[in-house]
């Protein structure tokens, strides 16, 4: 691809574009029609199969740029004649921020106030939705847990039944959940401050194809890629930890939806996820993947690690209230389909990559 300035050619700006979540939403957007200017440093393993594959399906309508969100200029560059920005660049492992908290700090707290002010410098702002993560609250202080067969549960049924709302206090924990949380809130400051078109997603367990997850962060598709294997799993801590689990054309559609109605939704946060009828332990996701994969499944344990939550499970009511959206996709169906995608990824062909620096 030759190179392009964003200023010419216009689109839609979806940092870390190459990623899994990235991957996805600019596959629809660009399906439909649009230009995507990814930017995305590939940093993380998998993702230039990615890229590859969007260009290969999509043409010149990506626009690839390999740029670090820390880049002040080249994220002012892409966001400067973008029609709306989806902001998924991060550092996304708990565990490599308790490693290195200088670099996840740097990546996802200055990182976004860098896109923030590239936003707020244009004079007519374009709508941003930021995706944070559920990490914001914690361990959930303040709520109780106890178990019911192999799933941890809350001893408020009402809490169970519903799950976590956007009312539960904020309790940043781990490196990550700090760095994450910090962009969180600059993301809502922005849109009250400045007036800018913000809102931001505190996000759970997504997961579907172009996955490359690790033990690390992407659980699932981790899970799935080391049954397959014929590897053995292991849990950290006793498997019974509680995830609302959200296919990703799901939260694509949601994503969308934001951008569109971004007038009624700016300012606010919401949490997005599977919500309590995709909410899956860890032993009940082993449990199934014998009979998706036919591939026999060898557990191992070891301690749980920093900032694990027992449970968390999603409340989506409000942004279903706003939207009417809501998960289409079961737990069962998405496996499936994940279970599917990842056997045929096992040797993919890797297509050229061509990227604008």
Not at 206 to 228: K, S
Not at 294 to 314: F, H, I, K
């Amino acid at each position: 691809m030759s190179a392009r300035t964003a200023g010419a050619t216009g689109g839609v700006l979806v940092t870390g574009g190459a990623g899994f979540i990235g991957c996805n939403l600019a596959h629809r957007l660009a399906s439909e029609g649009r230009r995507v200017i990814i930017l995305d440093n590939l940093s993380r393993a998998g993702v230039e199969q990615n890229l590859a594959w969007l260009q290969a399906t999509h043409g010149d309508r990506i626009d690839a740029r390999v740029a670090d969100i820390r880049d002040a200029h080249a994220v002012r560059d892409a966001v400067s004649r973008a029609e709306a920005v989806y902001h998924l660049a991060a550092q996304v492992a708990v565990t490599t921020s308790l490693v290195d908290p200088v670099h996840d700090f740097t990546v996802n707290a200055a990182g976004t106030l860098n896109l923030l002010e590239a936003v707020r410098a244009r004079r007519t702002p374009p709508p941003l939705v930021f995706t944070s993560t559920n990490k914001v609250y914690g361990k959930l202080p303040g709520v109780g847990f106890t178990t019911d067969g192999e799933r941890y549960v809350p001893r408020d049924a009402l809490l169970a039944g519903r799950g976590v709302p956007e009312a539960q206090p904020l309790d940043f924990a781990s490196p990550y959940g700090c760095s994450k949380g910090a962009a969180d809130q600059y993301v809502l400051d922005y849109a009250r401050t400045y007036g800018l078109p913000c809102a931001v997603f505190r996000m759970s367990c997504i997961y579907g194809p172009h996955q490359f997850g690790t033990e690390d962060q992407g659980w699932v598709a981790h899970f799935i890629r080391r049954v397959l294997a014929g590897e053995p799993v292991t849990l950290y801590g006793d498997g019974r930890q509680v995830r609302d689990v959200l296919f990703v054309d799901d939260l694509v559609e949601a994503l969308r939806l934001a951008v569109d109605r971004i007038g009624s939704l700016k300012g606010e946060a919401f949490n997005i996820g599977g919500g309590p009828g995709n909410a899956v332990s860890l032993h009940d996701v082993l449990e199934r993947l014998p009979a998706l994969t036919g591939c026999a499944v060898e557990r191992r344990y070891d301690e749980w690690r920093p900032g694990d939550q027992p449970w968390y499970v999603s409340d989506t009511g409000r942004f279903f209230e706003r939207t009417g959206w809501r998960p289409r996709v079961s737990a069962e169906e998405g496996l499936g389909r994940l279970c599917r995608w990842l056997t045929d990824a096992a040797a993919p062909v890797k297509p050229s990559l061509r990227v604008a620096s």
